[in-house]
């Protein structure tokens, strides 16, 4: 089972996200379990403030680091000898990918520090944190949607999560190729007919014809990652080709 763990001044806005479709079904299958803590409850005196005025001027508040290492003591107290990856949403880190994705479904315990203003005190960086990670240049209010579009990305690549998994190692990303089209029923919509190949039965055309529409999708929209996918592609059949002299 992996263990998320949101440290959050706002609770209630993960309520929807993580009881619903595949998140909840993550957690009736025990494969996934959600804690969200109230950053307020960690407060040395119910009186006092989460944010303050950081040193030095400048515009907006910063959340202390005070609640933020309360919340981390008590939440890293109840593992097991397993030091727990600490996430910190912030449009200053490292682009969140398929890759990161897949590393943090691996961890048994992950903890999300949610900021809000300008962020929070560096000391909680520099001591706790072990992952800045970005969703895109670009700046929300907090680490909420963030905190929320990582565990979704990360839940739905545990076995068991998926009802056929399958499924998500031919989602876009996994192997630096975009997704294909796909098409359902009816078979003609509006005059616009699912193209023959699909209809014809004849697995390895449908193969063929899909990996095609992948590569000539990446290499339209992404160039980036079709040059990933050249490189890699062009190890493999290097390391086909000299698996075969092995042989001969």
């Given at each position: 089972?992996?263990s ?7 609770p209630?806005?993960f309520d929807?996200?993580l009881?619903?479709?595949?998140l ?11 804690n ?5 409850n960690?407060l ?10 950081p040193?030095g001027?400048?515009?907006g508040?910063?959340?202390?680091a005070?609640?933020?290492f309360?919340?981390?003591k008590?939440i890293k107290?109840?593992?097991r ?7 910190f949403p912030?449009p ?6 398929h890759?990161?994705a897949?590393?943090?479904s ?11 203003y300008k ?6 960086r520099?001591e706790i944190?072990?992952d800045?990670?970005?969703?895109g ?17 990360i839940?739905?690549l545990?076995e068991g999560v ?16 975009l997704?294909?089209p ?16 699909l209809?014809?039965g ?16 990446t290499?339209?929209?992404r160039l980036?990652?079709w040059?990933?996918y050249k490189s890699?592609?062009?190890?493999k ?8 002299l092995?042989?001969i």
């Open positions: 089972m992996i998320f763990n949101v440290i959050t001044p706002f209630a806005m929807a996200i009881n619903e479709s595949i909840l079904k993550a957690k009736q299958k025990n494969i996934a379990e959600y969200i803590f109230n950053l307020f960690y040395d005196n119910s009186s006092d403030r989460i944010d303050d005025y040193f001027g400048g515009e508040m910063l959340l202390k005070e609640p933020i309360n919340a981390f008590s107290s109840t593992f000898n397993n030091k727990p990856r600490v996430i912030t200053d880190g490292k682009i969140f990918n890759s990161k897949k590393e943090l691996e961890e048994s315990n992950l903890i999300f520090i949610c900021g809000h962020g929070i005190d560096q000391r909680v520099d944190v072990t800045e990670i970005s969703i240049d670009f700046v929300l209010t907090g680490g909420e949607l963030p905190s929320m579009i990582m565990i979704d990305s839940v739905r545990k998926l009802s056929n998994y399958k499924s998500a190692k031919k989602d876009s990303f996994y192997d630096f190729l997704d294909g796909h098409y359902t029923r009816p078979r003609d919509f509006k005059g616009i007919n699912v193209p023959e190949v209809l014809s004849n697995h390895k055309k449908i193969k063929d014809w899909f990996l095609n529409q992948r590569e000539e999708k290499k339209k929209l980036d990652l040059e990933k890699i592609k062009t190890e059949k290097w390391i086909k080709f000299m698996n075969l092995k042989i």
